[in-house]
T-cell receptor, first 114, second 114 residues
Framework: AQKITQTQPGMFVQEKEAVTLDCTYDTSDQSYGLFWYKQPSSGEMIFLIY??????QNATEGRYSLNFQKARKSANLVISASQLGDSAMYFCAMRETYGQNFVFGPGTRLSVLP | DSGVTQTPKHLITATGQRVTLRCSPRSGDLSVYWYQQSLDQGLQFLIQ???????AKGNILERFSAQQFPDLHSELNLSSLELGDSALYFC?????????????FGSGTQLSVL
């Protein structure tokens, strides 16, 4: 069964607008971590943001925020004020405490339009 | 710069050959992960080492093997290469701390099997 689902293979957003990338996950663990990574066309994987399952506040890192809804098992990434340099693949990932492994979703390709 | 070093960046070889990919983790990180990223399968977890010992195994083929040395660098050996092994191979390291563990990726090795 898919542990991480990203239902949007591709998305477009106008420069300076906000965009939400969806991520839902499946786990029976009570303690886990959720992550978002960015992969630009150059290929490197860049860590963006982290949310722990016990964290009560939604994580924020600059223009990135994570909309964490634990009951719905969703961890959507919100990018505010999109920039051309945000065009990339975005991967949602989860680490289950006892699995000690990071599982990645299939990714969403974001294109920012001028 | 994530601090994780992977060499070589590019590798072109023929079917049936054997190659070795090398990874140096961030200073202080004890855990090393290997991932394979191909166009049709996304990021696939191969294997994890922690302080020299194998910690978790994913969908790693029997033709592939890895190890982590006392200085914590890791090598991924791919043998009897097939066309389908062409992919981007990532190494990532993390400091193993429950709930706050983050993966930091190297820039990857692009393997082309001809």
């Amino acid at each position: 069964a898919q542990k991480i689902t990203q239902t949007q293979p591709g998305m477009f957003v106008q420069e300076k607008e906000a965009v939400t990338l969806d991520c839902t996950y499946d786990t029976s663990d009570q303690s886990y971590g959720l992550f978002w990574y960015k992969q630009p066309s150059s290929g490197e994987m860049i860590f963006l943001i982290y949310q722990g399952s016990y964290d009560e506040q939604n994580a924020t890192e600059g223009r990135y925020s994570l909309n964490f809804q634990k009951a719905r098992k969703s961890a959507n990434l919100v990018i505010s004020a999109s920039q051309l340099g945000d065009s990339a693949m975005y991967f949602c990932a989860m680490r289950e405490t006892y699995g000690q492994n990071f599982v990645f979703g299939p990714g969403t390709r974001l294109s920012v339009l001028p | 710069d994530s601090g994780v070093t992977q060499t070589p960046k590019h590798l072109i070889t023929a079917t049936g050959q054997r190659v070795t990919l090398r990874c140096s983790p961030r200073s202080g990180d004890l855990s090393v992960y290997w991932y394979q990223q191909s166009l049709d399968q996304g990021l696939q977890f191969l294997i994890q080492y922690y302080n020299g010992e194998e910690r978790a195994k994913g969908n790693i083929l029997e033709r592939f093997s890895a190890q982590q040395f006392p200085d914590l660098h890791s090598e991924l050996n791919l043998s009897s290469l097939e066309l389908g092994d062409s992919a981007l191979y990532f190494c990532a390291s993390s400091e193993y701390r429950d709930r706050d563990e983050k993966l930091f990726f190297g820039s990857g090795t692009q393997l082309s099997v001809l």
